[in-house]
């Protein structure tokens, strides 16, 4: 059986990972093709090109990469052409992924193609839930309410839970990261994540410099940890050089996960990665910067009031929002401040909330993972009998 995966972003990688983990452990002699990242290759898969190629945001940053980014659908479409997987497996990036299945509809080629994380409908493009079922065959939803947007439209939904409730976080030992890094029985860690695309660190991380410099002025005891990714490593070094920061970098996810589970506090970018720091129970506050155009289309064509995924699950404002204007060195100071207070209303709403997080999560309940393998796997069958 041979399972073509592609992941088009970090976020991505770490959903296909898991994903094939669990394939692997329901049929163990499955084989593996597709676009992904370091974590999906660490289970198998030989990608067919770097996924920095596609690691694009924004709706203004996204134009100069066009060119690169139709080479690769091309180049996909024909590699999945000559594998002939058994399914097609796509996952989150609908923008890309619609571009690769539209392309193989065309080609009438019978083979099973489904979506793995559901474009967010209910925040913009509503539309695009009445169309999707022309491009694939069965979508995988991480959140409980998203079947409803499409199987009115004849598409077959399943929602499977989202997979940060399995990440190895939650296990994770602080003390083994510690230790590793000699890092003082005194200090409190402080996690800075700047994003994993260029323009993210390029935006956000000298303003997370700034505040991480006026915070450990204040107070020494701090000890600031950066995780980051391959894929924009050498951006990060690069501005903490010319920043001067005394900074620890860490590139593993072994190191990342820990390094969560030592920490007091974070600033990080809007991402999964607040729900990860959500179900481990760090407090933290969300930041992010666009251009202006992307963030004047965005105002106008998204109709969601937040734009954490944490604060939309629980329908209220529970980690800070500093977007755009708002994404300066004075708020973002001054709300790390109450961070760090654990006696104050910010700290004491984020801990309580925090649980009831991971409840709408499905924390407790079946692997996500594994609920995907098998439906996957139940599909691909009913699809062979055809």
């Keep these: ?11 991505g990688d770490m959903l296909g990972a898991r994903l094939m983990r669990a394939l692997k452990e329901l049929h163990p002699d499955i084989k593996f093709a597709g676009v992904g990242g370091d974590n999906m290759e660490k289970e198998g898969l030989t990608s067919l090109f770097d ?11 996204v134009i100069p990469s066009i060119p690169k980014i139709l080479k690769r659908i091309k180049e996909t479409v024909n590699s999945i052409i000559t594998q002939k997987p ?11 992924s619609a571009r690769i299945h539209k392309a193989l509809r065309k080609k009438k080629l019978n083979i099973l193609q489904m979506h793995y994380v559901a474009p967010q409908v209910w925040a913009w493009k509503k539309r695009r839930a009445k169309t999707m079922y022309k491009y694939i065959d069965h979508l995988l939803t991480l959140f409980p309410n998203e079947p409803d947007y499409f199987t009115p439209h004849h598409l077959p939904t399943d929602f499977v839970g989202h997979p940060v409730i399995e990440s190895s976080m939650i296990k994770a030992d602080p003390q083994n990261f510690i230790n590793k890094y000699q890092i003082p029985a ?43 990714v391959k894929t ?19 590139n593993t996810q072994e190191d990342r996960y820990a390094a969560a ?24 506050l969300i930041a992010y910067k666009v251009p202006p155009l992307t963030a004047w289309l965005v105002r106008h064509l ?50 309580v909330e925090f649980e009831n997080l991971r409840k709408t999560l499905g924390f407790g309940k079946e692997s996500p993972s594994k609920r995907a393998a098998e439906i996957i796997l139940n599909k691909i069958k009913g699809n062979s009998r055809k």
Excluded at 51 to 61: H, K, P, Q, S
Excluded at 310 to 316: E, F, G, H, M
Excluded at 326 to 349: F, G, H, M, R, V
Aim: hydrophobic share 50%.
């Design 186 to 228: 005194d200090k409190k860690i402080i996690l800075l994540l700047p994003g994993s695309r260029h323009n993210e660190v390029a935006r956000l991380l000298p303003i997370f410099l700034e505040v991480a410099t006026e915070l450990k002025a204040r107070h020494p005891e701090l000890f600031f940890v950066l995780p980051t």
């Design 302 to 351: 998204i109709e969601i009031e937040y734009a954490n995924l944490t604060n939309l699950l629980l329908n209220q404002l529970v980690v800070p929002e500093l977007l755009q204007e708002n994404c300066t060195k004075e708020k973002l100071l001054e709300t790390a401040e109450q961070l760090l207070d654990k006696n104050s209303k910010l700290y004491q709403k984020q801990i």
């Design 261 to 284: 589970r030592a920490a007091v506090a974070a600033i990080a970018a809007s991402g999964t990665v607040a729900l990860e720091l959500a179900i481990v129970d760090v407090p933290h």
């Design 1 to 11: 059986m041979l399972v073509y995966l592609i992941a088009g972003e970090p976020s």
């Design 51 to 61: 996924i920095t190629d596609l690691a694009v945001m924004g709706l203004v940053e």
């Design 232 to 250: 924009v490593e050498n951006h990060v070094q690069q501005i903490i050089r010319e920043n001067g920061s005394d900074i620890l970098v860490i």
């Design 86 to 96: 058994d399914v097609v497996i796509t996952i989150d990036s609908w923008s890309f």
